[in-house]
């Protein structure tokens, strides 16, 4: 790709933070983005790195009307010998396209996202914070542009990357979280666009997270949308159990989100010593188990906090905690290993660390 770049002049770049571990999630943005543009006629083109700034829509634009959005989640690391790393970007790369497939938009080349990926990142080496639980938070994005009412495909369309340096996601550190269980709202249905990572989706999910918050708890863990009563996944995690000591994960089946964090622990089970399955989970089975120990640890996996621990679940005005509320050694192990590998400390015999250069 001959990718045009309008860089920002040195001495008008934004200072960096003191203490990175501090940032907040998604809130300062780096100096420059990624912009490619889609015609019908010419496809994807005009490539470039520009600086970070607004966007010029017509009020029109398909995506404020019928929400032709899809977007990605992943983080660039640093290393101890100051690479700088990605996990499993090829991965993103290919889940962006199945969302662009659901969601009626174009796709675009694997290698081009990688390629536009790496090269942002390279002209915003110095935005990657060499700190351990610190990173740079990368997110593509899609969006329909045409400006025309009317429901049907968008004709043009804008991929869009920027880039925000991150601390830890939860304040409160390695330690566990609270979820709410809504019975009566859903995130996503049978033949739905649930495993689509589409903007739609976060919104219809807002409302639920807000109760959840009022009630003091800090997010959703959702269940299925025709019974209510099978357990599906977390606001922004893919979710776990430790069921009579084997790992247990709710299948996938259109409605749950492939999270990469997700099959990369699924992969590191064997390894690390424990059996992994992935089946139909129900709510009642989940939370007696809670209660009599046989469910002895709970855990949330995805890329925004890699492993968080679960320490209660709410249900019909009833808390079940797990494991006294305290990190139980699968959540600390699989995070242990699964950050090591990120930040380049462990081996990486996978093939899941990638490289910048
Ligand atoms: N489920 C939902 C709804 C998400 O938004 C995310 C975050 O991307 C995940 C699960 C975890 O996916 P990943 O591990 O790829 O970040």
């Not at 005009?46 to 019928?66: M, T």
């Not at 495993?195 to 269940?223: C, D």
């Not at 010593?273 to 855990?299: M, N, Q, T």
Request: charged share 25%; glycine share 10%; with cysteine.
């Amino acid at each position: 790709m001959e990718i045009v770049r309008e860089l920002v002049p040195p001495d008008r770049r934004k200072p960096l933070f003191a203490d990175p571990l501090q940032l907040p999630f998604g809130r300062n943005f780096t100096d420059h983005m990624f912009t490619m543009e889609f015609t019908p006629a010419a496809g994807w083109q005009r490539p470039r790195i520009k600086p970070y700034g607004p966007l010029a829509l017509e009020p029109s634009a398909n995506v404020f009307h019928y929400s032709q959005e899809v977007f990605e989640g992943q983080k660039a690391y640093k290393s101890a010998k100051g690479e700088i790393l990605m996990f499993r970007p090829q991965e993103n790369a290919r889940r962006l396209n199945r969302s662009l497939s659901r969601m009626c938009m174009p796709e675009i080349p694997e290698e081009a996202i990688l390629e536009a990926e790496c090269e942002l990142l390279k002209v915003e080496e110095r935005w990657v914070p060499d700190k351990k639980g610190a990173s740079l938070y990368i997110r593509p994005t899609v969006i329909g542009t045409e400006a025309a009412l009317g429901i049907k495909p968008s004709s043009d369309y804008l991929f869009y990357i920027i880039l925000s340096p991150v601390g830890p996601y939860f304040k409160e550190g390695f330690n566990p979280v609270s979820l709410w269980v809504s019975d009566q709202y859903s995130r996503a249905g049978s033949g739905g666009t649930g495993e689509a990572k589409t903007g739609g989706n976060y919104a219809g999910s807002l409302l639920a997270t807000r109760e959840a918050t009022r009630q003091g708890y800090s997010q959703v863990l959702w269940l299925d949308a025709g019974e209510h009563r099978y357990v599906e996944e977390v606001g922004a995690m893919n979710i776990f159990f430790v069921i009579d000591g084997a790992l247990v994960t709710p299948a996938l089946g259109g409605t749950i989100l492939h999270g990469i964090t997700r099959k990369s622990v699924l992969e590191l089970a064997p390894e690390l010593g424990i059996r992994a399955e992935e089946r139909r989970l129900a709510v009642d089975d989940i939370l007696a188990g809670i209660d009599s120990g046989k469910v002895s640890e709970v855990f949330g996996a995805g890329t925004a906090a890699v492993i968080s621990p679960v320490g209660k679940i709410g249900y019909r005005g009833r808390d079940h905690v797990v494991n006294g509320n305290q990190t139980g050694p699968w959540a600390r192990k699989f995070y242990d290993t699964l950050t090591g590998i990120q930040y380049g400390e462990i081996a990486d015999r996978r093939g899941w660390v990638f490289i910048v250069r």
